[in-house]
């Protein structure tokens, strides 16, 4: 959606622009409506709504266009550790449900840092799932008696800029081996979700309800 047709939209449904400006990682616009309401529209041509009467907002921009919100729900970004066989079967599933896994190391690098390609893209996508496998060992200093699982520094890292950027009820953690694993955040309110040796069996149902939640078109005959 380009910024144009968000303000014709935006008024014909009487909701104001109180104020408009670049997003601060220059990935598109941001316009502040009197109402308490923020429309993020990325160059892109995707949109998310934040703060106050989001769901006024939504209809107002999604009434005469729904093909094109339809599409600014299809990709999803996806963080993981170096488990690649469960990397690989969450990919499938995505894909299967008609969703666009976005995935770091399959994404083009274009000279830039790892942080700066995890800006970029994820402004392309507004959910993120976090794969959190048993990847590493670790304890408090002298007490080896506590040592347990981990998932890796970069999911932790990454998983702190997606909460930031998406909030928790847009990023879902896929945790595996709960039982062993130390989890990665003890924040409260995050999505978790358990699974052990099935992705798709034991966490792939309770994934798609919570994307569905959040607006992602999921046919429930491919679950």
């Given at each position: 959606?380009?910024?144009?047709?968000?303000?014709?939209?935006?008024?014909?449904?009487n909701l104001?622009?109180?104020?408009?400006?670049?997003?601060?990682?220059?990935?598109?616009?941001?316009?502040?409506?009197?109402?308490?309401?923020?429309v993020n529209?990325?160059?892109?041509?995707?949109?998310?709504?934040?703060?106050?009467?989001?769901?006024?907002?939504?209809?107002?921009?999604?009434?005469?266009?729904?093909?094109?919100?339809?599409?600014?729900?299809?990709?999803?970004?996806?963080?993981?550790?170096?488990?690649?066989?469960?990397?690989?079967?969450?990919?499938?599933?995505?894909?299967?449900?008609?969703?666009?896994?976005?995935?770091?190391?399959?994404?083009?690098?274009?000279?830039?840092?790892?942080?700066?390609?995890?800006?970029?893209?994820?402004?392309?996508?507004?959910?993120?799932?976090?794969?959190?496998?048993?990847?590493?060992?670790?304890?408090?200093?002298?007490?080896?008696?506590?040592?347990?699982?981990?998932?890796?520094?970069?999911?932790?890292?990454?998983?702190?800029?997606?909460?930031?950027?998406?909030?928790?009820?847009?990023?879902?953690?896929?945790?595996?081996?709960?039982?062993?694993?130390?989890?990665?955040?003890?924040?409260?309110?995050?999505?978790?979700?358990?699974?052990?040796?099935?992705?798709?069996?034991?966490?792939?149902?309770?994934?798609?309800?919570?994307?569905?939640?959040?607006?992602?078109?999921?046919?429930?005959?491919?679950?």
């Amino acid at each position: 959606m380009k910024i144009d047709e968000a303000k014709a939209l935006l008024q014909a449904a009487n909701l104001s622009v109180a104020a408009e400006g670049r997003l601060p990682n220059n990935t598109g616009t941001q316009l502040k409506l009197e109402n308490g309401a923020i429309v993020n529209l990325y160059d892109s041509g995707n949109f998310n709504v934040q703060g106050k009467h989001q769901d006024a907002v939504k209809t107002a921009l999604g009434g005469p266009a729904p093909a094109q919100v339809a599409g600014a729900n299809t990709k999803v970004f996806v963080v993981y550790g170096h488990d690649d066989k469960v990397r690989n079967e969450l990919e499938v599933m995505l894909r299967r449900w008609g969703l666009e896994p976005l995935i770091l190391d399959q994404l083009p690098s274009e000279g830039q840092t790892i942080i700066e390609k995890l800006e970029k893209y994820t402004a392309e996508g507004n959910f993120a799932v976090i794969l959190a496998t048993p990847d590493d060992e670790g304890h408090r200093a002298g007490r080896t008696d506590e040592k347990a699982f981990r998932a890796r520094q970069n999911v932790v890292l990454e998983l702190g800029m997606l909460l930031a950027k998406l909030g928790r009820k847009r990023v879902a953690i896929l945790l595996k081996e709960q039982d062993k694993m130390e989890r990665p955040s003890d924040i409260q309110g995050l999505i978790y979700i358990p699974f052990k040796d099935n992705l798709q069996k034991d966490a792939g149902a309770l994934l798609a309800k919570e994307m569905h939640a959040q607006g992602y078109k999921i046919d429930i005959g491919k679950l």
